[in-house]
């Protein structure tokens, strides 16, 4: 990975808001797992999981805009561009109305409901650890001097 500056915002700044929302994403995904997983059990009501579960559905959305806009600004085109199904069927389910979960209709598609978000959270994590390549790969660019920052390990030698 190259680390070159493409926009005006510091690729700092972009990785710590990437990382952020990508785990208020991956956050409300669990929680709405773990809610469905208990409504599915029959041990939750089904009105208040469906309160807290639409009270997710705004933070969650516009996390994961934000999470796309920022991957794009950063270069980081095609994991970027990977979101963006992801963003249509959020925006499709937001504009038909089928994002709030009613709690007459939530046990007639609460399979289809834990589906969507396993898909959701695998492609999150998916996220995590392409993050997590990208960090160990990084070479640090020309200009930042041997023996500082992420050159200090280099000129550590190992005597047998």
Same mark, same amino acid.
């Given at each position: 990975?190259?680390?070159?500056?493409?926009?005006?915002?510091?690729?700092?700044?972009?990785?710590?808001?990437?990382?952020?929302?990508?785990?208020?994403?991956?956050?409300?995904?669990?929680?709405?797992?773990? &809610?469905? +997983? #208990? !409504?599915?059990?029959?041990?939750?009501?089904?009105?208040?999981?469906?309160?807290? =579960?639409?009270?997710?559905?705004?933070?969650?959305?516009?996390?994961?805009?934000?999470?796309?806009?920022?991957?794009?600004?950063?270069?980081?085109?095609?994991?970027?561009?990977?979101?963006?199904?992801?963003?249509?069927y959020n925006f499709s389910q937001w504009y038909e109305g089928k994002h709030i979960l009613e709690s007459?209709?939530?046990?007639?598609? &609460?399979? +289809? #409901? !834990?589906?969507?978000?396993?898909?959701?959270?695998?492609?999150?994590?998916?996220? =995590?650890l392409y993050y997590l390549w990208e960090w160990i790969g990084w070479v640090p660019p020309k200009y930042?001097?041997?023996?500082?920052?992420?050159?200090?390990?280099?000129?550590?030698?190992?005597?047998?």
């Amino acid at each position: 990975m190259y680390n070159k500056q493409r926009t005006p915002v510091p690729n700092q700044f972009l990785a710590i808001i990437g990382f952020i929302s990508t785990s208020l994403v991956l956050g409300c995904l669990v929680y709405s797992y773990l &809610l469905l +997983q #208990e !409504l599915n059990t029959d041990t939750v009501n089904p009105i208040e999981v469906c309160k807290k =579960i639409n009270s997710l559905k705004t933070p969650e959305y516009s996390a994961h805009v934000i999470l796309s806009a920022t991957l794009v600004l950063r270069g980081w085109w095609i994991v970027g561009i990977l979101n963006f199904p992801f963003i249509f069927y959020n925006f499709s389910q937001w504009y038909e109305g089928k994002h709030i979960l009613e709690s007459t209709k939530v046990f007639s598609i &609460l399979s +289809q #409901e !834990l589906r969507i978000i396993k898909a959701k959270a695998s492609f999150f994590i998916l996220i =995590i650890l392409y993050y997590l390549w990208e960090w160990i790969g990084w070479v640090p660019p020309k200009y930042v001097k041997m023996g500082k920052g992420y050159n200090v390990m280099k000129n550590i030698q190992v005597s047998h």
